[in-house]
């Protein structure tokens, strides 16, 4: 009788314990439910941001997928054309920048006159001829425009760090989207994963269309348009990517690191752009 007597003492023991335990969980799932609502109602960042999700990503980096006609705003795409100063004409200065919104529509397309004499017009790339700069805009007040344009805009461009190299301007690496580094275009295009695929190209393959051809050089707006719409292309898994946790082996750290920022000018990839 008495082992009966413990065994069911064990029992009731057993179940007072289980029954609070469950009143446990009950309470912390309510007390959870209330503050998610909480946070939820509270938290600006949404609002702040501007961005399309409703929490900021685990880098805390990310940037508006313009899907919708809010997010576009922020877009805006930028092509630089350069000419040869200095000895040898190894010093790339601007000449020329334009500047598109996401609709393709022109904010800005200037010629800005080199901070020293021009020694290599280098036309055949850059379509700069010594009557585009009679009168053109000085260096630092063009590049004051362009900064004020580009504030808290994501930059599309192609081999852009040649464009923000020649502007002086160090630009926040998680707001440029850069059609020469991502392997998504060149993989769409069908290219091994690791080569640098020129604009020229990727406009042909891509969108069927010819840039860059003839005598007359590059034209900015025509390069910056080609750029915009190449990121158009893949723009939904680009900013999903971005989105997502970086780790050593997500595809968005692939093109958002060093390899991809030369160190030195480089004159063909200065004319690829």
């Not at 930059?155 to 707001?175: A, T």
Request: aromatic residues 6%; contains cysteine; hydrophobic residues 35%.
């Amino acid at each position: 009788m008495e082992c009966v007597s413990k065994k069911r003492m064990r029992q009731a023991k057993r179940k007072r314990i289980d029954s609070h335990s469950d009143e446990l969980v009950k309470e912390s799932q309510s007390s959870s439910d209330v503050q998610n609502k909480d946070l939820t109602l509270s938290d600006p960042w949404e609002v702040d941001s501007g961005f399309s999700e409703g929490s900021p990503p685990t880098s805390g980096r990310s940037s508006p997928c313009p899907s919708s006609s809010a997010s576009a705003d922020v877009v805006v795409a930028l092509d630089c054309e350069m000419v040869g100063t200095g000895p040898g004409a190894r010093c790339n200065e601007l000449a020329r920048c334009s500047i598109l919104d996401y609709h393709g529509r022109i904010l800005y397309d200037k010629y800005v006159r080199p901070c020293h004499p021009v020694t290599d017009y280098r036309t055949r790339w850059s379509g700069i001829r010594p009557h585009h700069l009679l009168g053109a805009t000085p260096f630092e007040q063009a590049r004051k425009e362009i900064c004020d344009i580009l504030e808290g805009k994501v930059v599309v461009g192609h081999s852009i760090c040649n464009d923000f190299r020649v502007l002086r301007l160090r630009f926040p690496r998680h707001m440029i989207r850069d059609t020469g580094a991502t392997r998504l275009l060149a993989r769409l295009a069908g290219f091994p994963r690791r080569r640098r695929v020129s604009l020229k190209i990727l406009a042909d393959k891509l969108l069927n269309r010819r840039i860059q051809a003839g005598m007359r050089g590059h034209c900015s707006v025509e390069d910056a348009l080609a750029a915009l719409d190449l990121y158009k292309l893949v723009a939904p898994e680009w900013e999903w990517e971005l989105q997502s946790p970086l780790t050593d082996q997500h595809p968005a750290t692939k093109y958002m690191q060093d390899e991809y920022w030369p160190a030195d000018d480089d004159d063909d990839e200065a004319n690829a752009s």
